[in-house]
């Protein structure tokens, strides 16, 4: 820990014109990391006897501490966040700077889908979560989309198990990291006015649908309805939707698009152990959302209304 790291106290003001201050690194308990970033929870102290909920504090790891790009990236992130208001969307509480660059306050939960289906899979069965449960992951995020996708006219691009947040026992699932989303027209195609001539998706490629891998990039919405397809085939499977393996081949053979689709493509999508009577409507979900043409996968809105008719029958 450097001699900046150790002094690093970030005050933040309350409404009795008292400060607190933000701890080091190493006095928070680390529960999370990205791409140069990495999650503490930040455990507040009590204010006049008045019990206070832990946030969430993201900021660049030791080592980026210089990047100006991520640095760039994370006040961009808490600069969307804060005009963001849905329940299924993780609380913005604060955006704070530093000696050390940005920091994101949020709200906290307590795990990220990501983690709990690799701690499923080392640990727990290995079998798929409940219909009951994945419905309810399926119902929140897809309001979630469709709130972006409709209201905010935004484009997540990064939809994925590790940006799915759960609070309790899957009581509520909420969509964070916003730091490279783009800006939507309402026919749900980029806004490139808003977005610049040099736009670029830059989700993670093994969440990316098809569409993203070729030039030049024609996004839509429904490139997070496919990503977010591939994080329900993760609650069946138990597994990242592409291998390492997969992704080395298609960077070998980039330019061949027909080996590309044929990788992309479900139909060859295995599903070990588990009822196809039970699991139907959700494997047939998974297939349309994941198709390899974006006008045949379902819009968010639709989306929500074919898992909130779901959650209806399971009731």
Request: aromatic share 6%; with cysteine.
């Amino acid at each position: 820990m450097d001699k900046k790291d150790n002094v690093l106290s970030t005050p933040i003001r309350n409404k009795t014109g008292k400060t607190m201050l933000i701890p080091p690194s190493p006095f928070m308990k680390k529960i999370g990391f990205g791409t140069g970033v990495c999650v503490y929870e930040y455990q507040r102290s009590p204010l006049a006897s008045k019990i206070r909920s832990p946030w969430a504090i993201k900021k660049l790891s030791k080592s980026k501490k210089g990047d100006i790009h991520l640095n760039e990236r994370l006040k961009w992130e808490a600069e969307v966040l804060r005009k963001l208001q849905h329940p299924n969307i993780v609380g913005f509480r604060a955006h704070l700077k530093s000696n050390a660059g940005n920091i994101l306050a949020m709200e906290e939960c307590s795990a990220c889908l990501g983690n709990l289906i690799e701690e499923r899979r080392e640990n727990g069965p290995l079998s798929p979560y409940s219909k009951n449960i994945i419905i309810k992951v399926g119902l929140d995020i897809s309001s979630a989309l469709n709130y972006l996708h409709n209201t905010a006219l935004i484009l997540h691009c990064d939809i994925k198990s590790f940006n799915i947040l759960i609070k309790g026992d899957f009581n509520i699932c909420k969509l964070c990291d916003f730091g490279v989303c783009l800006p939507l027209k309402k026919d749900g195609t980029i806004d490139e006015e808003k977005a610049g001539d040099e736009y670029e998706y830059t989700g993670t490629p093994m969440w990316s649908p098809p569409e993203v891998m070729k030039f030049p990039q024609k996004v839509s919405s429904k490139a997070d309805i496919y990503s977010f397809g591939l994080v329900l085939q993760e609650m069946l499977t138990l597994t990242i939707p592409i291998t390492e393996d997969m992704m080395e081949s298609m960077d070998i053979s980039n330019e061949d698009e027909e080996e590309f689709d044929a990788l992309a493509m479900n139909d060859s999508i295995e599903y070990p152990h588990i009822d196809m009577v039970v699991y139907k409507d959700i494997i047939d979900l998974i297939n349309m959302c994941t198709s390899s043409e974006p006008k045949h996968r379902p819009s968010s809105r639709k989306l929500e209304g074919i898992f909130r008719g779901l959650t209806l029958k399971q009731t």
